[in-house]
C-alpha cells in the first residue's frame, strides 16, 4: 500500500539537507557574477562559508525559497519522465485486449487503476472513483489487476480475472465491487460463497483460476507496472500523468480538468 502521494510531496526536509541544496545553488551560481568559487583558496572558502552561514541565518526565508524551487524542479522533472513513460506503453495501458472497461467507454478522458484487493487505500480509493465516474460521465475507466500484498490478493485477483474470462465484464463487476466491500479474509472457502451469492458457478471459475489465461494476465500487469515504476497500489494513470497512491475524490477530478484542458490546446 502506498500513503497518499500528495502528502508524500510535503514530507518536510532535514535542515542539513536545506543548508547543503542552498549552499551548493549558492556556489554554483556565483561564476555568473564573476565569482568562481572553486578556485578560492581553503582560508578564502572558509570565510566564504561563514558569510553564507551567516546570511541564511539571518534572511532564513532563502532556504525555503531555494527548497521550494528544487521541489518545483523535481516534480516537474517526474511528470515529464512520466509522460514518456505513459506514452512509451500507451497501448499496453490503454487498450490491452483484457482488461474490464467501465464508466463511459466513449469518454473523452481515461482513467487507469492498478488494484489489490487486500489494499486498504483501494478500498478506501474506490468509493472516491466512484464518486468521480457518477458526478462526471465523460470518463472511461479502466482496471488492471495487479495482487502485490501475498497469497490472499493473488486469490482474490485470480478469482476476479477468471470470473471475466469464463462469465464475461458484467460479472466481473459485480464479484469486484464485492471483493472491493469485502472486508474478511479472501480464501477459496470465502470466493465460493462470494460466486454462489452473485449467482455463479464456482466450480468453473476455481479450476480456471491457476490456468495459463489468467496467470498471463497478472503476468501482464506485472511487467507493465515494473516498466512504469509503480510498485504500490493504488496507482492510477490519468491521461497524461501518473498517480502513485491514493488520492480524494476532488483531486482527481483537478487531473482530469488539467488533462481536458491539455488535450484542447493540442
Not at 486498504?120 to 465523460?138: I, M, P, R
Request: net charge neutral; aromatic share 8%.
Amino acid at each position: 500500500m502506498t500513503p497518499n502521494s500528495t502528502e508524500q510531496r510535503k514530507r518536510p526536509r532535514a535542515r542539513s539537507h536545506w543548508a547543503a541544496t542552498t549552499y551548493g545553488a549558492l556556489a554554483r551560481a556565483a561564476p555568473a557574477h564573476g565569482f568562481d568559487y572553486s578556485k578560492r583558496c581553503d582560508p578564502q572558502n572558509a570565510q566564504f562559508g561563514v558569510v553564507v552561514r551567516a546570511y541564511l541565518l539571518a534572511i532564513p526565508r532563502v532556504l525555503f525559497e531555494a527548497i521550494n524551487e528544487l521541489e518545483a524542479k523535481q516534480r516537474a522533472e517526474q511528470a515529464d519522465n512520466d509522460a514518456q513513460l505513459i506514452a512509451t506503453n500507451s497501448k499496453d495501458i490503454f487498450d490491452d485486449g483484457y482488461s474490464w472497461v467501465g464508466g463511459n467507454p466513449n469518454g473523452d478522458i481515461t482513467i487507469v487503476e492498478f488494484t489489490d484487493y487486500k489494499c486498504t487505500y483501494c478500498k478506501k480509493a474506490f468509493s472516491e472513483v466512484n464518486d468521480l465516474l457518477t458526478h462526471d460521465g465523460k470518463i472511461k475507466f479502466i482496471i488492471k489487476e495487479f495482487p502485490i500484498l501475498g497469497q490472499q490478493s493473488e486469490l482474490g485477483s485470480r478469482f476476479a480475472v477468471a470470473v471475466q474470462q469464463i462469465d464475461g465484464d458484467a460479472a466481473y463487476e459485480k464479484v469486484h465491487n464485492a471483493l472491493m466491500a469485502f472486508r474478511g479474509n479472501i480464501t477459496v472457502e470465502s470466493l465460493v460463497k462470494l460466486a454462489k451469492d452473485q449467482g455463479l458457478d464456482a466450480d468453473p471459475i476455481l479450476k480456471r483460476m491457476n490456468e495459463e489465461p489468467v496467470s498471463a494476465v497478472l503476468r501482464a500487469n506485472y511487467q507493465l507496472a515494473q516498466r512504469m515504476a509503480i510498485s504500490g497500489t493504488p496507482a492510477f494513470v490519468i491521461g497524461e500523468q501518473l498517480l502513485r497512491g491514493y488520492a480524494p475524490e476532488a483531486a482527481m477530478a483537478q487531473i482530469v480538468a488539467e488533462e481536458r484542458k491539455a488535450k484542447a490546446a493540442k
